[in-house]
């Protein structure tokens, strides 16, 4: 029952009051939600912004034997990058050690290597491409350019499985132009020229096995000698200390024992491995497998092998050249215009005339005999 005070309906008015309080509630809800809105859209569209330019430019750091490496196989030059399962398009990389500006493309059958750098006699740019298992590099300095193509079905006049390279001097003038059935026979055919030209791609991406002599072997032959009798008291005082309870003493005997090399490698081969503690025999065996590549004797005999000897000219180590190089004075009467302070493939033509002089040329089996045919 509505109850009538002063004119004024109680009920209208109670219920009035409840509504404003209503209203103030929708209203403060409804502002909350455009809050809520308004700040939801500012904080997408801060998220989608786009990247600032340094951020968009920056490249991506990486060793330059993953962005791309060069190897032999079966005759044939092959490029490849460990980041081969990536797609990139020109892609910006900084690549560790070797300066100046690269970019990367990475596609299905597909890579690009590109570099430009500052060296010593100018400004040097590289470029190393595969598509579809067809290799190219291009190399391009102050003294020369130099080209290297695999054939790709019908390129130029030497078959579809062959390779040319061709150098230009400073001026455009053709210096070289060779061809071969792959990349093996032009080094074969023209060692002198693919080391001269090629080997500066092939000493800066560290494709082994290719330039020079193996640097571990090197040095194990070229090496001085020392007299096993003067030898031998020290590797024995080395092999005890094997036995130390310290990690740290043992540690300095193993690295000792591989300072002094091969020589001492025949030194604790000889001895009665039963009478060593598995400590001792655990380091003997570490350090064999470690040092040992062939036998004393071999050793002896690549220390007289001028075949060997040239090889070593290639190292990049000026020890070994200059070692090796008095090793070939005593071989050869006459003077050697080699400088094994410099650059050796600077000079990749003194040191094949000097192979040419030195090594025989394999010999050919002679011609079978003609049989006369039998009387019946």
């Not at 032009?186 to 290719?210: C, F, H, S, W």
């Not at 007299?227 to 590797?235: G, I, K, R, S, W």
Request: net charge neutral; charged share 30%.
């Amino acid at each position: 029952m509505a109850l009538r005070e002063g004119g004024f309906d109680v009920t209208i008015l109670a219920m009035s009051g409840r509504s404003r309080r209503h209203i103030d509630a929708m209203r403060l809800l409804w502002g909350l939600w455009v809050v809520l809105i308004v700040g939801g859209m500012a904080f997408a569209q801060a998220d989608d912004a786009p990247l600032k330019d340094d951020e968009e430019d920056k490249p991506l750091k990486m060793k330059l034997g993953d962005a791309v490496f060069l190897s032999v196989s079966n005759g044939k030059l092959i490029a490849d990058s460990k980041l081969k399962g990536a797609r990139l398009v020109d892609q910006a990389v900084e690549i560790e050690d070797l300066g100046g500006t690269s970019s990367l493309t990475l596609k299905p059958e597909f890579l690009r290597f590109e570099n430009t750098r500052a060296v010593s006699d100018g400004i040097e740019t590289l470029r190393i491409e595969n598509r579809n298992d067809v290799v190219r590099v291009e190399r391009s300095g102050r003294e020369a350019t130099v080209y290297y193509r695999e054939s790709s079905g019908g390129f130029g006049n030497f078959g579809n499985d062959g390779v040319r390279m061709s150098v230009y001097g400073p001026d455009g003038t053709m210096l070289h132009s060779l061809t071969a059935n792959d990349f093996e026979a032009m080094r074969r055919e023209n060692r002198a020229q693919v080391y001269q030209y090629l080997g500066p791609i092939l000493r800066l991406l560290k494709t082994d096995g290719i330039i020079g002599a193996d640097p571990r072997m090197a040095r194990q032959v070229l090496r001085v000698r020392q007299p096993e009798n003067q030898l031998e008291p020290a590797v024995k005082k080395l092999v005890i200390q094997l036995d130390s309870e310290s990690f740290k003493d043992r540690d300095t005997a193993l690295a000792k024992l591989k300072s002094f090399g091969p020589d001492a490698v025949a030194i604790v081969e000889r001895m009665d491995h039963k009478k060593l503690s598995p400590q001792q025999r655990t380091g003997i065996e570490a350090f064999v497998s470690d040092v040992k590549l062939v036998s004393l004797e071999e050793l002896d005999r690549l220390g007289r092998d001028p075949q060997f000897l040239l090889e070593c000219l290639y190292c990049e180590e000026a020890a070994l050249r200059a070692a090796a190089l008095e090793r070939l004075r005593k071989i050869n009467r006459d003077p050697i215009a080699f400088d094994a302070k410099s650059d050796p493939l600077a000079q990749a033509g003194v040191i094949e005339e000097l192979r040419a002089k030195l090594v025989p040329p394999p010999a050919t089996a002679p011609a079978a005999a003609e049989q006369k045919p039998s009387l019946p």
